[in-house]
């Protein structure tokens, strides 16, 4: 179930677009963040898992995935999941170890060390956002409670 109760999410189908596409990318609304993950490799490039600003579109990811990704073709198959729950739900559902499993799975060092970095990024992000919102920064009070004078 989402933040605000709204959303539901199947973790099993989830878990199966993550064994299966090219790429992946998990976007958190609450955050304006994407997190961006290319499961191809090559000799010269690991998989990709980074966090990057939400697209405008499909085409805009695409393109900024073609400028971190130059020597990639376009990818045959692309996920995109919403995610409007907390960062560590993914944690708690096993969507996240099946996506540091996705991507130790390709053979290259230091794919679980990138996982790791982009979780604790996440989650950093995740606070700062909470923080702003209890503090009232970057939000804006629908109602207030009237003055008593």
């Keep these: 179930m989402g933040i605000d ?3 539901r999410i199947d973790p099993d189908e989830v878990i199966r677009n993550v064994e299966t596409a090219e790429v992946i990318c998990l976007h958190f609304p609450l955050l304006s963040k994407t997190v961006v993950v290319d ?4 000799v010269e490039d690991p998989p990709l898992i980074k966090v ?3 697209a405008k579109s499909v085409d805009d990811r695409l393109r900024s995935l073609k400028k971190l990704r ?3 073709t376009r990818p ?6 919403p995610w409007p729950n907390y960062v560590d739900s993914m944690v708690r559902l096993g969507i996240w170890d099946a996506l540091v499993q996705r991507l130790t799975s390709t053979g290259h060092p230091g ?3 990138d996982c790791q970095r982009v979780l604790l990024e996440l989650r950093a992000l995740e606070r700062g956002e909470l923080a702003a919102a209890v503090t009232g920064q970057q939000y804006h009070t629908l109602w207030q409670r009237p003055r008593e004078d």
């Design 70 to 72: 130059p020597r990639f």
């Design 5 to 7: 109760g709204s959303f």
């Design 39 to 42: 499961t191809r490799t090559d």
């Design 76 to 81: 045959e198959k692309v996920t995109i999941i």
């Design 111 to 113: 794919s679980a060390a």
């Design 52 to 54: 990057l600003p939400k």
